[in-house]
């Protein structure tokens, strides 16, 4: 029951986001829309803000299911972008408020995990450190997000299968080629 309210009040937020700027929306618009109390609101978040933040971990939880191996982390960036795009009012409403920093948040814990994923299958039996390990994805995160805000930025007019094509031939046995570098390096 509890996740049913969580997911009325995403779709109330979504719905609500076509009609007007998020800072426009207040609480008692969603809890209106949803047919709730504020009090029921209040029970599963603080705040608009935290609602945001739920919204963006959920999306991204059923982006990228299952999809952090090597042989498909392309399809879980695609997965991404298909996510971002989808929901691209949201996105972008949410990416011109004040909670832009929640949006690039998301992102960055979307391929964080994607890109570890691929990391730790490529790294199995090499001699490398879990903060090697750390540091390669948080390295190519910051590349993909990078990408993919200018995007976002550009309002979502490029076709992201263009992108993750471009993307993929820049990182073609990168990620590999960091890994051994990591694992072959000398200890001062």
Known sequence: MANMTKYALEASLKKLLLQKPLDKITINDLTEDCGISRMAFYYHFKDIYDLIEWVCLEDAARALQGKKTYDSWQEGLSQIFEAVLENKPFIMNVYHSVSREQIENYLFQLTYHLIMGVVEEKSEGKNITQED????????????VGVML??????MKADYHQIMEKMSIALKG?????????????VL
């Not at 200018?150 to 309002?155: A, K, M, S, V, Y």
């Not at 051994?180 to 000398?186: A, P, R, V």
């Open 174 to 186: 990168n990620i590999t080629q960091s890994i051994e570098n990591f694992s072959g390096k000398s």
């Open 150 to 155: 200018d995007w976002i930025r550009q309002g």
């Open 133 to 144: 390990k750390a540091f390669i994805a948080e390295f190519y995160k910051y590349g993909f």
